[in-house]
Structures are given as C-alpha cells and as structure tokens.
C-alpha cells in the first residue's frame, strides 16, 4: 500500500516509536488504538534510548495491520550474521510487513560511543544491503566484500511454513551518492531533516539515476511538536537542530541543500564553543521548517506538503515536550 499518485490521496501515515515516558509494555495497547485510528506504519529508531527491534516486536504482536520498520539500524554496530539473525526475526513476527532501513548513522554513535571505526560509509553501506539481500534470500553465503568478510554463513532458522517473505530493505540517505544508492541498489530511501521544499531537490537527484521511482519507498521522517506556543516550539527546535546539524554528516548534508549562509554563523559559534550563541544564530524560518509546529491540524497540513513533493511515507517524530501525547496522536490524522 502507497501513495496513490493519480487522486493524490495519503495511504500511509507512520509515527515514531517507542514513545517517552511511557512504559514499554503499556504501549502495547497504544499500537493497537493507532491502528484503529488510522496510522498505517510503526517506524522505531535507534541512537540511545531503545534499540530498533524490540518495540517493533511489541508492535507485531499488537496489530497485524501495522507495517513496521527502522530508521534506522545503523550498518556498523552489529556484525553482519547478527544483524541477519534480527531482520530474520522480526519479519518472521510481521511477515510481509515488515521493512528494514539501514543507515551509516554518524561518527558520534559509531566512533564515539561505540568505539567502531566510522570508515568508508558508502562501501560499508552497500555491502550491508547486498549481504542480506542474498542471506535473507536464503543463500549459504561465502564473500569477501569490499568492507567485510562472511565466511560460510546462512540463517539457520527453520520457519513453521518452511518459506521466508521479502524483507524490503530502505536506505538512510544524506548525500547525494548515498540518495542514489538507496534506489539502485536498495528498495527505497529514508529522509530525515530537511523541509518539505527540499524534498523536491533530493527527488530530482533520485531521478537522475533513471531508476523507476514508482516501484521505490520513499520515506521521510518529520520532526513535529504539535503545540501554539511558538516561542516553546522554537526553543525545542533549536536545541535539536543544534544537536544534529553540528555533526559533519548533518552539516554536509545542508550544505548540499543550499542552506550555508542561513547556517554558518551557527556552525562557526558551535566550532568556538559558544554553545547558546550557536542556538540563537539559528533563523526562525529554519526552525519553522525544519520542526513543524502548530495545532495538529495545522501539523497534518505541513506533513501533507512533503507528500505532494514525492514524500510515500510520512513518518512523524513527536516531540513530547509541552503536550498531551496522546491527545496529539489521536489528532494528527491524515485526512484522506
């Protein structure tokens, strides 16, 4: 179930899990109203709160209406067999729902946190996919890949119905050689921290590579805080751009867009460590744009325009700062 481009109607409508301050297991019952109210898609992330699986696994077992996904599982903190191994499990708990997006992540997680080498991203990432594409096609697999080695591995896992389904796998993309190895080589792309009129550039570079984009996912994850007390929206808004456009992935990537002179002061006072000055040089118009906010009704309405530039899937990350979480979810509802 996609888009249907002809009558421009919204036929997914994910959201952002698990969410804070509510116990794991009490958001059971919170997947099977999201269900019922309209959401089509459960998408988790990975940084450091929970990892990408579990609460995927929650959601399976809640609602076999649900299709689930990550965004993302970063490709160098788990060893490939590993990493099969989850994928395997979880597409045996939501079979034929289930999609797995994989990303570099970023050097702070990877190097930093996580003591692993933060080297040759592309490579890495592209071995990743054609790695499970092949184990999770069933293949015994014995390959030297350009960033790794596996020797003689394949899943061992014996299903009730003896058949494995299809694993769609999507891929994080910032640059622009990365956005156009998620269509040749992967199933789809996920977006994360860009407007909706930017969506527009990364779009015309996905074209470029003459794939057919009809067939592709194409997902962005959108930053919403469903709140009209603007001046708290901004202050939450600038504190996460800080947190994420200051890493050099981020910052290349807005680059790229075009977004420099609208940045730069904020880059040079984070590089002088002039923490709260950085904050402050960040325009209101970046923020706007970047962290949706207003009533949920007036969110929706941003979350549609990146839907109208190409946008399939629709993921909301809410920012559970200053409001009714569960009020805000019952609210931001597609409306068609």
Request: net charge negative; proline share 4%.
């Amino acid at each position: 179930m996609t888009n249907d481009t002809e009558t421009g109607k919204i036929k997914r409508w994910g959201i952002t899990v698990p969410f804070e301050g509510i116990g794991l297991k009490d958001q059971i019952e919170i997947y099977k109203e999201l269900a019922d109210i309209g959401y089509t898609d459960i998408w988790s992330a990975e940084a450091d709160g929970t990892d990408a699986f579990v609460p995927l696994a929650l959601a399976a077992i809640a609602s076999e209406d649900l299709r689930l996904g990550t965004a993302v599982v970063p490709v160098y903190t788990r060893g490939p067999a590993l990493l099969a191994m989850q994928v395997d499990t979880i597409s045996e708990l939501a079979p034929n729902r289930f999609v797995l997006g994989l990303g570099t992540s970023s050097n702070v997680i990877v190097q930093k946190w996580n003591d692993i080498e933060f080297t040759e991203p592309y490579k890495k990432t592209k071995d990743t996919v054609q790695f499970l594409k092949e184990v999770l096609g069933g293949q015994k697999v014995r390959n030297q890949y350009s960033t790794f080695k596996v020797d003689g591995f394949k899943l061992g896992r014996q299903r009730p119905n003896g058949e494995r389904t299809e694993v769609p796998i999507a891929v994080a993309a910032l640059r622009p050689s990365m956005q156009k190895l998620s269509v040749i080589h992967g199933d789809g792309i996920i977006m994360n921290w860009l407007t909706s009129e930017d969506v527009v550039k990364v779009m015309d570079n996905l074209r470029s590579t003459g794939v057919d984009l009809s067939a592709k996912e194409i997902i962005a994850r959108i930053f919403v805080l469903p709140t009209t007390d603007e001046k708290l929206a901004r202050d939450i808004g600038r504190y996460l751009i800080g947190a994420y456009l200051n890493v050099p992935v981020y910052r290349k990537f807005h680059e790229w867009l075009g977004r420099s002179d609208q940045l730069q002061k904020m880059w040079d006072l984070w590089e002088a460590s002039d923490r709260q000055g950085a904050l402050a040089a960040i325009p209101d118009e970046v923020v706007d744009s970047l962290v949706l906010h207003g009533s949920p009704e007036e969110c929706v309405e941003k979350i549609e325009r990146y839907v109208e530039n190409g946008v399939k899937t629709p993921v909301i990350a809410l920012i559970p700062v200053g409001i009714d979480q569960l009020d805000c979810l019952r609210r931001l509802i597609r409306k068609n």
